[in-house]
């Protein structure tokens, strides 16, 4: 028999109304704290046709950050999920899990497309957004350099892409003795990392960079200068951007452009670069950039950042539809929301974006992995060698990919299959993960790895946001007296391995290289 409590209990339990949450849960997965970088549990949530990571650290408390502008899209492009393909050798154990065992460790679902060697930590410009926090610490000898690129040949047989970055990497004294030992190495790609500012300056530093014909990935940002305030501190470099550009033309070296988008920054200038790069004779592509909330950044709302879709969808309304949505698909080789890209063939005022004339979605969907005749195999791998972290803009190799493809497909009115090589232009979007977004998921499928002294490879998105960069700094700047002894007494100096320990972080915070990055939520 109830009590008269339990009965007026269940009266006001049967008044009160279940409610529906206001997301979908989509899928769980494991990120890191944002404030100590503990591996903990993330949901991955659908609300209003976005994607969020919520997240909660036992230690640190709630956090929720946009992930993608799309729901409808993100959930759609599995799809594009490609079978990774098994590097020739690792450089780590299975110890303590992902992410704490880089790398590459047997688990890592993908070999390294892209290997980055940070050569200094120096910079000649001291940028408020650098996710390197550049600032004097370390400068590799060649020697380690050669070794990094012994190891890298060791573990990919082939390696397709070498970049060399910094800090600044044109500033380091044997910049070209390193792209020298990467073409001995016979790394068909070899690139360097730049803000220009040594390009349009140095007439020696060109002439010999004309001497061993690197390409570049080349820092731009817009044309405002309260951009270039912003974002690096400096608002009238535009002019020294454009004569490096210039100075890069003049001698037939080409770059793909890598503008950093930051909401309320400079998210209206995305369709002037694009005409730009349509425009210079020295670009060849363009890597838009979510600006990247690692290292060294001004406060942001993990809530507000650029994400892909919000990026293409300013590039279909700021270059009046010569890009829209559809023209964009994912890179097959990472997890398919890592990047997206797109070829066009540029006449005059006419932009034919190269999936508008042939159907690359189909030929990229490894889930149906429809039956193709030969002929279609072969198109898919050319297809695939484009929509590949790989592939770099303007080179020859994905010229002829481009040609190989158009066989197959109606080639524009008046064009040849050697015009539409020359008139070319790339547009890619790569959002990397920071603390707020970091996703495990993802990470073991990265494609882009930064490499060591001694060996290790560890993916980009775990080096920023991980833990690993601070450890590594730490090492190699602690290696520098010994690399500058060697300098004076003429000797060849010993690399040291770079080792990682994350034993201590199940206990507290790692050293993080920005301490303002612990208040930023
Ligand atoms: S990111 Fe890759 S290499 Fe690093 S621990 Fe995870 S699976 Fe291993
Ligand atoms: S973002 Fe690049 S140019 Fe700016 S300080 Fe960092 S390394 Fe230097
Ligand atoms: S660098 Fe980061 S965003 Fe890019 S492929 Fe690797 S995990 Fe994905």
Redesign the pocket.
Known sequence: METTAELQNGRANAAAEKKDANYVFYELTRSICPECRKVIDAKILLRDNKVYMSKRCPDCGPFEALVYGDAEAYISLSRYNKPGTIPLA?N?E?R??????????????QHACVGIIEVNSACNMACPLCFASARPGFSLTLEEVEQILDDYVRTEGNPEIVQFSGGEPTVHPHIIDFVRAANARRIPFVMINTNGRRIANDDRFLEELNQVRPSFYFQFDGFDKETYRTLRGEPDILEEKIRALDRLASIGLTVTLVPAVERGVNEHEIGHIVDFAIRHPAVRGINFQPAFHAGRHPRHDPMQRMTIPDIVKLIHEQTGGKFVASDFVPVPCCFPTCNAVTYAFVDGDQITPLPRIINVNDYLDYITNRAMPDWGLQIKGALEGLWSSASVAGSQKSSDQVQFSCQACGIPEGLTIGDLAQNMIMIMLQDFMDPWTFN?KN????CKEFLLPGGK???FC?YNSVGYREQARVQLEAQEPERRRARVEGRNYQPQPITFDFSGNSKGPVRLLNPDVAQIK
């Open positions: 690792f780590g299975l303590h899990g992902c992410p704490h065992d880089c790398g590459l460790c047997p688990d890592h679902q495990q990470l073991m499928k990265c490879q560890v993916p775990a």
